[in-house]
């Protein structure tokens, strides 16, 4: 399984709904929405006024990623507003399975997010009840940063652990992916693939879209 999933941090949101057309048009699989509070990360975005905007105008799946204090807080305004993955950050969360059941109890699919400088053996106590693991491949705040190689081989690491352990949790990668290096990416053994500038930031979003798909099939 191989999902691309424009992040909209990137977008252009004086058109938002004809962003998404445009990468609808490409083939993309999901929407990824980078939620940040100015707090947990230097950057503020937006909340689930804009994931209840994007529920009315796409039937793609919502992929919401939670780059903020206090996540148990907003769960529940998510999901409702048409979230359909929560992922939370391991570097946030004090009790993490407490947190991954409140998400699934919401109706929603659960993913928790590491760091670049946090090792992928933190999670071998809650890889069992993941529905995803998103690997950042930039530290978290800013679209358009430079992918960080490490992450390959975090996502090597995850990949022999989900078949060690006969699981079948998704690994998503977020942070300068592209052209250069989304086959190498997918190779080590990624699922879900965030794109944010490498789509939007382009004169052809459809476009970009497409290209970045083919390279995955």
Not at 151 to 173: D, G, M, Y
Request: net charge neutral.
């Amino acid at each position: 399984m191989k999902l691309l999933a424009p992040s909209i941090l990137s977008a252009d949101f004086s058109s938002l709904a004809q962003q998404i057309r445009y990468v609808e048009m490409g083939g993309a699989d999901w929407i990824h929405c980078d939620i940040m509070d100015g707090q947990f990360v230097p950057n503020i975005t937006f909340g689930p006024l804009v994931v209840k905007a994007l529920r009315k105008i796409t039937k793609l799946p919502i992929d919401v990623h939670l780059m903020i204090k206090n996540p148990d807080n907003f769960i529940q305004a998510f999901i409702d507003a048409g979230a359909d993955y929560i992922t939370v950050h391991q570097e946030e969360v004090i009790h993490l399975h407490r947190t991954i059941q409140k998400i699934k109890e919401f109706g929603a699919k659960a993913g928790v997010a590491i760091n670049p400088a946090t090792p992928v053996n933190v999670l071998s106590e809650i890889l069992f009840d993941l529905d995803m693991v998103l690997v950042m491949s930039v530290n978290p705040g800013f679209g358009g940063q430079k992918f960080l190689p490490s992450s390959i081989n975090k996502i090597k690491e995850l990949e022999s652990l989900r078949k060690s352990k006969n699981l079948n949790f998704l690994i998503e990668i977020d942070g300068g992916v592209g052209i250069s290096n989304i086959k190498e990416i997918s190779a080590a053994g990624c699922n879900a693939f965030v794109a944010g500038a490498s789509v939007f930031a382009t004169s052809n979003i459809t476009a970009s879209t497409v290209e970045l798909k083919n390279l995955l099939s």
